[in-house]
């Protein structure tokens, strides 16, 4: 079992048993990241096919199903769920979605369609996906985001991750405070 927590960021195979509890979370972080760095290099230099083997080794690694699992476990919405009406609550419910959460024979399920209240009185409707297929989004999100990131505006401050109101006041007084901005 410790050489499992050992090598967070290696792939898993079946015969491997892991406990959520013992799951080092730094290593698991630093070996995403480290992969990440590396996606984002290989881009820089039109690396696309090294880009799609870095993604790959990330999406199959340990280390990146147990994050992607942990991220859609522990916020608001880890109470809802799905049409499969399956939650991941408990610790051996978590282990086995780590080790289930492959990309070979995945298929998406079908939303649960509810209606919530808008505020002039009428209903919209909002699809919520199972667990597994926001366990998917979230995995790939690890994979994809790096990418996205390095590409996107460096002034764009809207439901960016490490981006803050006080970030987008601080551009505003930098670039608002030359002498030679608009008054």
């Known amino acids: 079992m410790g050489t499992a927590m050992k090598a967070v960021g290696a792939s898993l195979s079946n015969s491997m048993e892991i406990e959520w509890h013992t799951i080092?979370?730094?290593?698991?972080?630093?070996?995403?990241?480290?992969?990440?760095?590396?996606?984002?290099?290989?881009?820089?230099?039109?690396?696309?096919?090294?880009?799609?083997?870095?993604?790959?080794?990330?999406?199959?690694?340990?280390?990146?199903?147990?994050?992607?699992?942990?991220?859609?476990?522990?916020?608001k919405g880890k109470r809802t769920a799905g049409i499969d009406g399956e939650l991941w609550n408990t610790p051996k419910q978590k282990t086995e979605a780590v080790q289930e959460l492959r990309k070979k024979g995945y298929k998406v399920n079908p939303l649960r369609r509810i209606y919530i209240p808008k505020s002039n009185g009428k209903r919209r409707p909002l699809g919520i996906p199972t667990m597994k297929d926001r366990a998917m989004q979230a995995l790939w999100k690890l994979a994809v985001d790096p990418i996205a990131e390095m590409e996107a505006d460096p002034n764009s401050y809207g439901f960016r991750e490490c981006r803050s109101t006080a970030d987008a006041m601080e551009q505003c007084f930098i670039c608002l405070g030359r002498t030679t901005s608009a008054q």
Do not use: D, M, P
Not at 26 to 38: E, P, S
């Open 24 to 75: 080092n979370w730094n290593c698991a972080h630093r070996n995403v990241r480290r992969l990440q760095v590396r996606i984002v290099k290989a881009f820089k230099e039109g690396k696309h096919r090294l880009v799609r083997a870095l993604q790959y080794i990330l999406t199959c690694s340990l280390g990146g199903r147990a994050l992607a699992v942990r991220r859609i476990t522990e916020n």
